[in-house]
C-alpha cells in the first residue's frame, strides 16, 4: 500500500493553520465521517449523481489534508459516479472505510 | 480587503479563510448560494471566491446574480474548481468569472491571485476617484463659462451692429473663440466698427474683450478719434494680458458727412475696400503689431483714409475664414476668398454668399459656423434731429453759464485732438445732451477747417478723386509733423438765456485766410471742403472775419426744443 | 511635432528646432527648451526649416521667449520658415520683434 499521507501537503497545512490545526482535523473527521455515513445508506444504481456529489466533496477535503489513498478511491467513485457509470464492485465501501479509517489514525497520532 | 468565499465543504473553506487571514484579509463565509447571495448583499466584499459545484445554486449561477445585483461597476469573481477538463475552466470565464484556482489550493498560488487582483482594485478606485474630480472640476468650469457668458453679453453689447447698412456673421462661439465685433454711431454722423480676435480660447480669450468694449463705447461716444482710443486700448491690453496673448483688430470709421473711411489693420488679415462703381477691389493689410504686444512708449499708428460713399462696401473678417478647411484638411485660403467677393452680385449681401462658400468648402456646417465676417456700406445719413432730453425736471445746470479757451500751438495741433474734451466740458450743462450731435459736428467742422484750411493750407479739391483721398491725408499728416509755428484758438462762450442757451463758437487759426463768398459759391456744387452749407444749416448764424482767419458761430437752443 | 534645443560650446546662443507642427500641443516642449539655460544666451535661434505650420498660439509662445530672453534687447531670429510662416509672421508684422531670415 501505498503512504498513507503527503507530508508535504501536511506540514504546509501546519503553517497555515497554527494552533488550530487540531480543529481543523476534528472538524475534518466529523465532516467525512457524516458523508460516508450517508453514502452507506445510497442506492449505487439510482443515486449516482448524489454519489458523485459526496464523493467529490470527500475527495476535496481528503487531498487537502494531505491524504493519499483514500482520496484516490474516492476521486474514482466520483469520475465513474458522473458518468453514470459506477457498478456494483467500484462501490467498495468496506474498502473506503479501512482507508479512511487509516488515515485518521495516522493523522490522529501526528497531530493530535 | 474583505473576501468572500462561498464552499460548502467545511475543510476547504476554513483552510482558505486561514489563508487569506494569514495575509491580511478580512474574510466572509458562506456554505452554499444562497447564503453567498445574501452575505454578498450584506457585506459587500471587494472579492469573492465561488466553489463551483454546491448544492441548491451551484457557483456560476451565483456569479450571475450578485454580478446582475452588485452596484459596483466591477469586482473580482475566482472559482474554485477541481474539474480540469479545459471547457469547464473556459465556463469558469465565461459566467463571468476573472480566474480560477484549482483544488487543492495552493497558498502561494492564492495570495499570487489575490495580489494581482488588488492591484486592479486599486486602480479601479483610483480612476473612479480621478474621473469624480474630474467631473466636479468640469461642472464647474461650465458653470464658470455661464456665468462668464452672461457678463460678456452684458458689458460687450453688440451697439449698433443691427443697422441697415450692416451685414455681420459673428460665430456662435464667438466668445470663446476671442471674436469680437463692435459698432457705434459717431457723434458726428456715421459709424465706428471693430472686430477682433483675442488669442487663445475659452476665458482667457473672452476677458480681454470686456476692457476692449468699454473702451471701445466710452472712447467712441466721447468723440474720442481712432489713434486716441487705440492708444488707451492698447495701453490697458498691454497691462492686463498675460505675455503671449494678444488682439488682432481691424478698426475704422465711416464719416457719412466727409465720405471717409478712415482705418487700422493691426495683425489682421487683409479687409476689402469694394468700389461698386468702379469696380475695383482695395486691399487693406495689417501694418502693426496685434494689441497687447507693443509696449505703450513705443506704441504708433498711422491710420489710412479712403473715399468711402454710397457704392462702397468694406469687408473685415478674422482668421477663421481663412483657414477654414475642407476634408483635405486644405485651407479656404485668402485666393478664393477673393474671388468670392470678386463675383458677388449685387443682389445678395456679399457676407451672406461668403458664408454659404465656406459652409459648401468645408462640407459640414460646423466649421463655417466659427466664422466672423463683417460687411459695412454707407450709413445712412444721421438726421441730426435734436432728440428728446431723458430728464425734463433738469433746469440750469453744470457748465451752463461758462467760457473755455484753448490754444494748441505748433506740435501740440498734431498730438491733440481738443474735440472730445470741449464736448465733454460743454455737455455737463445736462439740457446740451440732445443737442449733442450738432454740437460735435459744429466744432468739429470748424476746427478742421481752421487746421486743414487755415493753418496746413491744405486744398480739399485734392479729394475729389480716389487716389486724392490718401493724398490728402498723407499731405495733412507730413503737414502736422514739420509744423513748428502756427496755432489754433477755440474758445466756446455758453450764456443762458430767457428760453434756454446760446453756445457761442469762436475760433481764429495762424493761416492766411480765403475768400469766404468763392467758397460757398463752389460748395454748393459738391461736398468737400470747408463744409459752409452744413455749417450754414445747423448754427444760427456763422460770420468770417479778418479775412476768414476768425470764425464765429452761433448756436442757440431752447428748452422745449425739439426740432427737425 | 518635436522641440530638441542645442546651445553652443561658449553657452552664448541656444539654437532650438521645431520639428512638425508649431501649435498649442508643442507649449510645454517649447518653454523647457529654453527656461532652464542659466545664464540666459545673448542670441537665440529657432530653427523653423522644418517646421511645417504656425498658429497664434505659436505666435504666442514666441512672444514668452522674447519677454524671458530679455524682451526689447532680446536677440532672437527665425530661420528657414517656409512660406505660409512667413505669411503669417508678415501680417503679424512680427519682423518688428524677430530677426527673420
Given at each position: 500500500m501505498q503512504s498513507v499521507l503527503d507530508l508535504e501537503v501536511l506540514n504546509e497545512l501546519v503553517e497555515i493553520m497554527g494552533d488550530d490545526?487540531?480543529?481543523?482535523?476534528?472538524?475534518?473527521f466529523s465532516d467525512s465521517q457524516n458523508?460516508?455515513?450517508?453514502?452507506?445508506?445510497?442506492?449505487?444504481?439510482?443515486?449516482?449523481?448524489?454519489?458523485?456529489?459526496?464523493?467529490?466533496?470527500?475527495?476535496?477535503?481528503?487531498?487537502?489534508?494531505?491524504?493519499?489513498?483514500?482520496?484516490?478511491?474516492?476521486?474514482?467513485?466520483?469520475?465513474?459516479?458522473?458518468?453514470?457509470?459506477?457498478?456494483?464492485?467500484?462501490?467498495d465501501l468496506s474498502a473506503l472505510n479501512q482507508h479512511f479509517k487509516a488515515a485518521c489514525a495516522e493523522l490522529r497520532e501526528r497531530y493530535l | 480587503m474583505k473576501i468572500l468565499i462561498a464552499d460548502d465543504n467545511n475543510t476547504e473553506r476554513l483552510i482558505l479563510s486561514r489563508v487569506l487571514e494569514n495575509i491580511g484579509h478580512e474574510v466572509v463565509q458562506a456554505e452554499d448560494g444562497p447564503t453567498a447571495i445574501t452575505q454578498f448583499d450584506n457585506h459587500a466584499p471587494d472579492l469573492v471566491f465561488l466553489d463551483v459545484l454546491m448544492p441548491g445554486y451551484d457557483g456560476y449561477e451565483v456569479a450571475e446574480i450578485i454580478i446582475k445585483e452588485s452596484t459596483r461597476p466591477w469586482f473580482p469573481i475566482i472559482f474554485l474548481t477541481s474539474l480540469t477538463e479545459a471547457s469547464d475552466l473556459a465556463k469558469c470565464i465565461d459566467a463571468g468569472g476573472d480566474d480560477f484556482v484549482s483544488k487543492p489550493i495552493n497558498r502561494i498560488i492564492i495570495k499570487a491571485k489575490v495580489d494581482a487582483f488588488?492591484?486592479?482594485?486599486?486602480?479601479?478606485?483610483?480612476?473612479?476617484?480621478?474621473?469624480?474630480?474630474?467631473?466636479?472640476?468640469?461642472?464647474?468650469?461650465?458653470?464658470?463659462?455661464?456665468?462668464?457668458?452672461?457678463?460678456?453679453?452684458?458689458?460687450?453689447?453688440?451697439?449698433?451692429?443691427?443697422?441697415?447698412?450692416?451685414?455681420?456673421?459673428?460665430?456662435?462661439?464667438?466668445?470663446?473663440?476671442?471674436?469680437?465685433?463692435?459698432a457705434a454711431e459717431l457723434p458726428?454722423?456715421?459709424?465706428?466698427?471693430?472686430?477682433?480676435?483675442?488669442?487663445?480660447?475659452?476665458?482667457?480669450?473672452?476677458?480681454?474683450?470686456?476692457?476692449?468694449?468699454?473702451?471701445?463705447?466710452?472712447?467712441?461716444?466721447?468723440?474720442f478719434s481712432i489713434p486716441d482710443m487705440m492708444v488707451e486700448m492698447n495701453t490697458r491690453l498691454y497691462n492686463v494680458l498675460p505675455r503671449g496673448v494678444f488682439c488682432c483688430v481691424i478698426v475704422f470709421d465711416i464719416d457719412s458727412l466727409g465720405h471717409r473711411l478712415t482705418i487700422w489693420n493691426a495683425g489682421a488679415p487683409d479687409s476689402y475696400l469694394i468700389d461698386q462703381k468702379r469696380n475695383s477691389i482695395q486691399l487693406i493689410h495689417s501694418v502693426h503689431l496685434p494689441l497687447g504686444i507693443q509696449s505703450p512708449q513705443k506704441f504708433e499708428i498711422n491710420c489710412s483714409e479712403f473715399e468711402f460713399t454710397e457704392h462702397h462696401k468694406l469687408?473685415?473678417?478674422?482668421?477663421?475664414?481663412?483657414?477654414?478647411?475642407?476634408?483635405n484638411s486644405e485651407m479656404f485660403g485668402e485666393k478664393r476668398m477673393l474671388e468670392c467677393i470678386k463675383n458677388a452680385s449685387t443682389d445678395m449681401s456679399i457676407c451672406d454668399k461668403l458664408l454659404s462658400e465656406v459652409g459648401i468648402y468645408c462640407g459640414e456646417l460646423d466649421q463655417a459656423d466659427d466664422v466672423s465676417i463683417l460687411e459695412v456700406g454707407f450709413p445712412g445719413k444721421s438726421n441730426m434731429a435734436v432728440t428728446s432730453l431723458q430728464d425734463s425736471t433738469v433746469t440750469v445746470s453744470g457748465t451752463s453759464d461758462s467760457v473755455i479757451s484753448l490754444r494748441l500751438r505748433g506740435q501740440s495741433l498734431g498730438n491733440f485732438d481738443p474735440i472730445p474734451m470741449f464736448?465733454?466740458?460743454?455737455?455737463?450743462?445736462?439740457?446740451?445732451?440732445?443737442?449733442?450731435?450738432?454740437?460735435?459736428?459744429?466744432l468739429s467742422e470748424l476746427y478742421n477747417n481752421a487746421l486743414d484750411h487755415g493753418v496746413l493750407?491744405?486744398?480739399?479739391?485734392?479729394?475729389?478723386?480716389?487716389?486724392?483721398?490718401?493724398?490728402?491725408?498723407?499731405?495733412?499728416?507730413?503737414?502736422?509733423?514739420?509744423?513748428?509755428?502756427?496755432?489754433?484758438?477755440?474758445?466756446?462762450?455758453?450764456r443762458p438765456t430767457a428760453t434756454g442757451g446760446e453756445l457761442i463758437f469762436e475760433l481764429t487759426d495762424s493761416g492766411s485766410g480765403f475768400d469766404v463768398e468763392e467758397i460757398v459759391k463752389k460748395e454748393n456744387q459738391n461736398y468737400s471742403g470747408r463744409g459752409l452749407p452744413l455749417l450754414i444749416s445747423l448754427c444760427d448764424s456763422i460770420e468770417y472775419l479778418e479775412d476768414g482767419t476768425r470764425v464765429q458761430a452761433i448756436y442757440r437752443w431752447d428748452h422745449d426744443d425739439i426740432r427737425d | 511635432m518635436a522641440v530638441t534645443s542645442v546651445t553652443s560650446a561658449d553657452g552664448k546662443s541656444l539654437t532650438i528646432s521645431i520639428v512638425g507642427r508649431f501649435d498649442f500641443s508643442a507649449h510645454q516642449a517649447f518653454r523647457d527648451s529654453y527656461e532652464k539655460v542659466i545664464p540666459v544666451p545673448g542670441e537665440i535661434l529657432v530653427d523653423m526649416k522644418e517646421t511645417t505650420y504656425l498658429d497664434s498660439s505659436a505666435l504666442g509662445m514666441l512672444l514668452l521667449l522674447r519677454d524671458h530672453s530679455g524682451g526689447?534687447?532680446?536677440?532672437?531670429?527665425?530661420?528657414?520658415?517656409?512660406e505660409d510662416i512667413r505669411k503669417i509672421l508678415t501680417i503679424s508684422n512680427f519682423e518688428q520683434l524677430f530677426k527673420i531670415i
Open positions: 490545526m487540531a480543529m481543523l482535523l476534528n472538524s475534518y458523508k460516508l455515513d450517508q453514502l452507506a445508506k445510497m442506492d449505487w444504481q439510482t443515486e449516482q449523481e448524489t454519489i458523485f456529489r459526496m464523493a467529490h466533496a470527500l475527495k476535496g477535503s481528503s487531498r487537502n489534508l494531505g491524504i493519499v489513498g483514500f482520496s484516490d478511491m474516492c476521486e474514482s467513485i466520483e469520475s465513474q459516479a458522473r458518468a453514470n457509470n459506477l457498478s456494483q464492485n467500484d462501490f | 488588488e492591484r486592479i482594485i486599486n486602480l479601479y478606485d483610483t480612476v473612479a476617484e480621478q474621473r469624480e474630480r474630474i467631473q466636479f472640476h468640469h461642472e464647474h468650469l461650465v458653470q464658470e463659462q455661464e456665468a462668464a457668458k452672461k457678463i460678456f453679453n452684458n458689458i460687450a453689447h453688440r451697439g449698433c451692429l443691427e443697422s441697415d447698412n450692416i451685414h455681420y456673421h459673428l460665430s456662435p462661439m464667438s466668445i470663446f473663440n476671442g471674436d469680437l465685433m463692435l458726428m454722423g456715421g459709424m465706428r466698427l471693430m472686430l477682433a480676435d483675442f488669442t487663445g480660447h475659452g476665458l482667457p480669450a473672452a476677458i480681454g474683450a470686456l476692457p476692449a468694449s468699454e473702451i471701445f463705447y466710452g472712447m467712441t461716444t466721447k468723440g469687408i473685415a473678417v478674422t482668421d477663421g475664414i481663412i483657414e477654414a478647411t475642407d476634408h464736448l465733454q466740458t460743454l455737455l455737463a450743462c445736462k439740457e446740451l445732451m440732445p443737442h449733442r450731435a450738432r454740437i460735435f459736428t459744429v493750407s491744405l486744398d480739399s479739391s485734392i479729394k475729389n478723386d480716389p487716389q486724392g483721398f490718401a493724398k490728402y491725408y498723407q499731405q495733412r499728416a507730413q503737414g502736422l509733423k514739420e509744423l513748428d509755428v502756427g496755432f489754433v484758438n477755440v474758445s466756446v462762450d455758453h | 526689447d534687447s532680446s536677440q532672437i531670429s527665425l530661420l528657414g520658415c517656409n
